[in-house]
């Protein structure tokens, strides 16, 4: 029996990796997540009997500590974060807050017996492209957003209480993943409510900003294999996809699949927070993977025929 701990499990990527690791009757799951942006019915159906959820801010030492106590971990998902970049870049006091989370997980880990943290930075690390692909050994991490400093912040902790402490760790790169349960202020969910109601879809700019979209199921299972087979310990991996289209096209192709009436309606571009491009070298997440990543066509569709994009 694994005792996991899963925080931000209330979110879209996290609850269904929760989930997927409570398919094992031998793992005990505990869930905790603040409901800032998390919606507990996303990890609590279909219920699970081995899957506990806990309102909690891992940001308050308090209050994760409790639950670090009553449970005695052996592995611990740190996915509690604040996303979205219009939330981030108008929030970035909020955003550095959970730099104390980061802390709080780590040090609490350490000293409970933890065997290994399995942390979601993200693609916003790079910050503007200077290498395409993005690699994760070779390209220099240089944003300057809020955001991207915590997670690169969280990089960096890791690494120091490795060394320090000898506790192990993964940093899971996310690029953008969608799905399903995705919540409504993201890219490929908004654009999917417009197409079903017909209404304008609205893009950033002239939409020729490109971005590669990973489907929830090639996210999951990449970071469930490195977790289960004991791989990329004290190493970071990339998950996400190759295939880069841009913003534009996007909505055109949802508009197509749908069969919507929806105009592609341009707005002024982000002051920031926006990058150009993103690519990621997947070539680690492929070997993760182990079989070949869902097309981005098939992933909508696959949306589409579910009939839900959540709140």
């Known amino acids: 029996m694994a005792r996991i701990l899963v925080t ?3 979110g879209f990527v996290a609850s269904d990796l929760a989930l997927k690791l409570a398919d094992d009757p031998k ?4 869930v905790v997540d603040n409901l800032l942006t998390g919606e ?30 009553a449970n005695r971990f052996e ?24 730099i104390d989370g980061i802390r709080n997980i780590l040090d609490l880990s350490k000293n409970t017996g933890v065997k290994r943290v399995l942390f979601s930075s993200s693609s916003e690390v790079y910050g503007e492209p200077v290498e395409i692909p993005q690699n994760e050994r070779t390209t220099p991490l240089n944003s300057k957003l809020p955001y991207a400093i915590v997670k690169n912040i969280g990089e960096a902790f890791l690494r120091s209480y490795q060394r320090e402490f ?31 109601a017909n209404d304008d879809i609205t893009i950033y700019g002239d ?64 002051e920031e927070g926006d990058m150009t491009r993103r690519m990621p070298d997947v070539t680690r997440m492929r070997a993760l993977l182990g079989r ?20």
Do not use: W
């Open 8 to 10: 931000g499990g209330a």
């Open 27 to 30: 793992n005990e799951l505990v």
């Open 40 to 69: 507990v019915a996303k990890v609590t159906v279909p219920a699970k009997s081995n899957l506990h959820f806990v309102k909690c801010d891992v940001n308050q030492y308090n209050d994760i500590s409790a639950v670090f106590y």
């Open 75 to 98: 592995y611990v998902f740190h996915y509690a974060a604040v996303v979205g970049v219009k939330r981030t870049t108008d929030n970035p006091v909020m955003v550095l807050r959970d």
């Open 166 to 196: 000898g506790l192990d760790y993964t940093i899971f790169r996310f690029f953008n993943t969608y799905g399903p349960k995705q919540s409504r202020d993201f890219v490929v969910a908004k654009f999917i409510r417009s197409a079903l």
């Open 207 to 270: 939409g020729s900003q490109t971005r590669t979209f990973c489907y929830i199921d090639d996210n999951v299972d990449a970071c469930l294999n490195a977790f289960h087979k004991g791989e990329v310990v004290n190493d970071v991996v990339n998950i996400g996809s190759d295939r880069e289209i841009t913003i534009k096209a996007l909505a055109e192709m949802i508009v197509d699949i749908v069969g919507s009436a929806s105009r592609v309606v341009h707005l002024p571009p982000l």
């Open 292 to 311: 070949e990543p869902i097309p981005l066509r098939t992933g909508l569709e696959r949306i589409l025929e579910r009939s839900v994009v959540t709140k």
